[in-house]
């Protein structure tokens, strides 16, 4: 049910760091998001869309409709060595930016790039240099939301501006992005547009303005144990988890709430995390108005997803290595020490505090799901994905469970704009879309999807219809019906030897075409950089 009036379609893709999947209202969370809950009210909502599990390896993919191994972004933005693990955008992809400004549109970026291995001067793996005419943004993967290193306009160090009273780097990016729909209404009205928003939120440290966190006082005080049945309540009635599936256990290294000691720090953690999700969803209520007033709402394709599962890392005291990483600053901007780490005695959300939410509310984010961010079962790869665009799908709040990932985002981009993927760009050979267009599935029809694949540090994972295999590096494959089991509590591995070994041969087949390098290789590789560097 494509527009008929022959205009091609905007598209704006708007991507969130380090979310779980349940937190945002449309998807039974107690998290505030009424921007996001309409934009599905009036859309459609992905049940089963998975990203890559990590911050770089899942931008690399979202951009390029690659496997993250396939543009040079194996793990992370660091060089790891061989072929695949530069940690920087290769020559062997395209971003959607580069292919859509070849096929007319105009480009705009606002927010973090992080798929750069040099974050201080520019280079070729820049967004400007990567298709972007217009670029706001940080180019490193975290860090301040109120003095952001590496903020970025063009290819010019902007930090500065993070100067100005009352910056928060979350109102940044929404405002820089409604100004560049605002802008290209006003200059190119009559052109179609790709925007790529890159929110930095709900990605450690918890940093808040205290106005929001204050409105989500009280919201979680029941607990993690209670909170996540609620949700999986909510979920079920929503009809985006089968009530047959098991709740999985809390994680085993977090007490139960009525056990869990400094109650009033951890329901600020909690609200703090909850309050970057909703300066967020204000921020994205702006976007979807600056839309409507240029009055392009109807045709454009507005898509939201995170970049990976539920965060359960901890920031510890390392002050040192967060800020000569430039993860951090050291001092506020009014001269006051930063203090780093998750002290109970320190209270989250201010300029001068450096924390994360921890392992318990990581696991309520990821209801009904197990394990985070890194890893490939469902609460590290699992994402929301919701797609908003009137003029194209008739349907409004319905759910879609066909599985998904990353790369059929770009194979999308390309069905709903004509736009033509280059086999050769540069003199240099391009890597063929891997994805599938979504198109059909907006409307109800299966897009025979085919197998998914996913590798992360040696965690992995294959999606065969209603056959998952998965493995916690260096475990062994487990195998779970998602269809009876998508919580992954009982392992059908040793009653199913033969499925096994023909998904790990597809596994295997997979990783050696796209380039992935075991992980025993990048271990050395590592080691003997150790030993080398004394
Ligand atoms: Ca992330």
């Known amino acids: 049910m494509k527009d008929t009036s022959g205009k091609r379609p905007n598209v704006v893709l708007i991507l969130n760091d380090d979310m779980g999947f349940s937190d945002i209202g449309c998807y039974g969370g107690e998290v505030r998001t009424p921007n996001l809950d309409r934009l599905a009210g009036r859309g459609l909502r992905f049940t089963q869309f998975y990203n890559t599990a990590r911050c770089s390896p899942s931008r690399a993919s979202l951009l390029t409709g690659l496997h993250p191994h396939q543009t040079g972004i194996g793990i992370l933005t660091g060089d790891d060595g061989p072929e695949g693990y530069r940690g920087n955008l290769n020559k062997r992809c395209v971003t959607i930016a ?45 860090g301040s939301y109120f003095d952001p290193n590496t903020l970025t306009r063009g290819n010019e160090n902007v930090e500065g ?51 929001d966190v204050a409105a989500c006082a009280g919201r979680v005080a029941s607990g993690w144990d209670e909170l996540r049945r609620e949700r999986l ?20 290294r977090e007490p139960a709430w009525r056990d869990a000691p400094h109650k009033d720090w951890q329901c600020r953690r909690m609200e703090v995390y909850a309050a970057q999700i909703d300066r967020m969803d204000q921020g994205i209520g702006r976007i979807v108005r600056a839309l409507e007033a240029a009055g392009v709402l109807h045709n454009t394709l507005i898509i939201f997803l995170s970049d990976n599962g539920a965060c359960a890392e901890i920031v510890g005291k390392h002050k040192a290595g967060f800020v000569a990483g430039r993860l951090a600053r050291g001092q506020t901007r009014d001269g006051r020490d930063v203090r780093f780490g998750n002290d109970p005695h320190v209270s989250p959300g201010g300029e001068e505090t450096y924390q994360s939410y921890g392992i318990a509310w990581a696991n309520l984010s990821n209801t009904p799901f197990r394990l985070y961010k890194h890893w490939t079962h469902e609460g590290g790869i699992a994402t929301p994905l919701i797609v908003h665009w009137p003029a194209g799908i008739a349907a409004a709040g319905e759910l879609r469970h066909q599985p998904g990932q990353l790369t059929d985002i770009m194979a999308t981009v390309l069905d709903l704009t004509g736009a033509e993927y280059p086999a050769e760009l540069n003199g240099n050979e391009i890597c063929p879309c891997e994805g599938a267009s979504l198109l059909p599935v907006f409307d109800n029809r299966s897009n025979d999807r085919g197998v998914l694949y996913f590798e992360h540090e040696g965690n992995a994972a294959v999606r065969d219809g209603r056959w998952k295999l998965v493995r916690n590096y260096p475990g062994d494959w487990e195998l779970y019906d998602m269809e009876a089991d998508r919580t992954e509590m009982n392992n059908l591995a040793d009653d199913e030897p033969k499925r096994v070994r023909e998904m790990a041969a597809g596994y295997d087949a997979w990783a050696d075409r796209c380039g992935v390098v075991p992980r025993e290789k990048i271990l050395e590789i590592h080691k003997r950089r150790r030993k080398k560097g004394g």
Do not use: C
């Open 233 to 252: 309540k909510r979920m079920v009635e929503m009809g985006i988890i089968d009530p047959s599936w098991t709740l999985t256990e809390r994680d085993p």
């Open 161 to 211: 501006e993070a100067r100005a009273d009352g910056f928060y780097y979350t109102d940044a990016i929404s405002d820089n992005a409604a100004a560049f729909v605002k802008d290209h209404a006003a200059a190119k009205g009559g052109e179609p547009f790709f925007m790529y928003v890159a929110y930095t939120a709900p990605h450690w440290p918890l940093h808040a303005m205290e106005e």
């Open 98 to 142: 580069e292919v859509l400004g070849r096929a007319g549109y105009a480009t705009y970026m606002s927010g973090k790039w992080h798929v750069a291995n040099d974050v201080i001067n520019p280079t070729d793996a820049w967004p400007a240099q990567r298709g972007f005419q217009r670029f706001y943004g940080t180019i490193i993967g975290a």
